[in-house]
């Protein structure tokens, strides 16, 4: 995969603190506060104004349209890279908010929003609240992602870990308990791990605790936690003895500062030995548990909109070349175009049953058997 060359960037204020203000900022994000600002597609700051539920219309004050969207830091990168290339094309305005997947969904089944960002399948509750709120959505697998797990360039100890050794630092029973790198494996030094990871609204943390803990929603607590994935990246980037996990694309433009954990999930069936997250892991599968596909949902209502409907055909069409832009993995052909057909027939629902995070299963042949 060639390194992006559209960088990244976050509607976090993180990058205009500097050094000297992000302990402020981690001391907030340890709280599991999500970050509310949100990105036009020129990068400025914007509110997202709504409309009628489910439409989330709005207008910018001089006739231009406002197409509203929210949810996942994960796929904050590709939808901003797609609204930055659809400006081009369209004088609608795209206002890009970052509160995560699960704050997203409040969002976006509140009517609040017009599409959303996912780093996980809707679940059981947010389909709930959208059918409260008479929300119908169109769901639409746009990437993969590989969850990546990476230390500071300076640990020389921690190359690779298994599930099971993850699972023990991350449970909740290791709140207070697994607090040294010499707990985790006998030999790594005998000095403090500092964690850190997705927020709780957060798809990935989601994802993270259902794959490698077993339960989703279920983990720790005293790690610091932010729906923003470039405090993370800071964070560990700045700690010697600093592990953390977040989003594939956030590894790959970090690389210079951050190194892999390959992970062994102990079953050969699905690759031998620890294997680290590369376009090639991540799409044979062999990158398990943490190969997952990423998402994002559209308001059935807000597609009656022409600007709402041309963005999202623009979406999909641009998704391939724009996901592998932002560092993240494009799905297959077949997949998009089976997405692209439940986009132009409008089909309502989850491909995943409303039921939230699968672990292994083929997005493709979801949408095949649909």
Same mark, same amino acid.
């Given at each position: ?17 500097? *050094? %000297? ?17 949100? %990105? ?9 104004? #709504? ?14 349209? *406002?197409? %509203? ?57 947010? *389909? ?12 639409? @697998? ?5 969850? !990546? ?32 790198? !010499? ?20 798809? #990935? ?9 077993? #339960? ?13 994935? +470039? ?22 433009? +970090?690389? !210079? ?12 069936? +699905? ?26 949902? &559209? ?12 963005? &999202? ?9 724009? *996901? ?5 993995? @494009? ?7 089976? %997405? ?31």
């Amino acid at each position: 995969m060639k390194h992006p060359t559209r960088p990244l960037r976050s509607s976090s204020p993180i990058a205009a603190l500097g *050094v %000297a203000a992000f302990a402020g900022a981690l001391a907030g994000c340890a709280k599991g506060e999500g970050n509310s600002a949100s %990105a036009d597609a020129k990068g400025s700051a914007a509110t997202t104004a #709504t409309g009628a539920p489910g439409s989330a219309t709005s207008s910018a004050g001089s006739g231009t349209t *406002v197409i %509203a969207i929210d949810g996942s830091s994960t796929v904050f990168p590709i939808t901003e890279a797609v609204a930055e290339e659809f400006h081009v094309k369209s004088p609608a305005r795209v206002t890009i908010g970052v509160s995560g997947t699960g704050g997203g969904f409040k969002k976006f089944c509140g009517g609040e929003t017009a599409i959303t960002g996912a780093s996980r399948p809707i679940k059981p509750s947010e *389909v709930s609240q959208c059918k409260e709120k008479a929300i119908d959505y169109v769901e639409l @697998p746009v990437a993969y992602d590989g969850i !990546s797990v990476v230390v500071n360039p300076a640990n020389t100890w921690a190359s690779q870990m298994t599930v099971r050794e993850l699972a023990a630092l991350f449970r909740p029973e290791a709140q207070n308990n697994v607090t040294r790198w !010499s707990q985790v494996r006998s030999g790594w030094p005998d000095q403090e791990i500092h964690l850190f990871g997705a927020g709780v609204d957060s798809g #990935t943390y989601d994802y993270f605790t259902a794959a490698i803990v077993g #339960t989703e929603h279920a983990s720790r607590g005293d790690f610091t936690s932010s729906e923003d994935d +470039n405090v993370l990246v800071q964070g560990v980037a700045m700690d010697k003895l600093a592990l953390g996990f977040f989003g594939y694309a956030y590894y790959i433009e +970090n690389r !210079s500062k951050l190194r892999l954990v390959a992970i062994d999930d102990e079953n050969d069936d +699905n690759g031998k030995g620890p294997i680290a997250p590369s376009a090639a892991t991540v799409i044979d599968g062999t990158y398990s548990p943490l190969a997952r596909p990423i998402f994002i949902y &559209v308001s059935r209502a807000a597609l009656d909109r022409p600007e709402v409907d041309a963005f &999202v055909t623009f979406y999909l069409e641009q998704a391939a070349k724009l *996901v592998d832009e932002v560092g993240y993995i @494009p799905l297959p052909e077949r997949a998009y175009a089976l %997405a692209q057909r439940r986009f132009s027939n409008r089909v309502v629902g989850s491909i995943f049953g409303g039921s939230g995070s699968k672990i292994g299963v083929s997005v493709e042949a979801l949408l095949a058997a649909e």
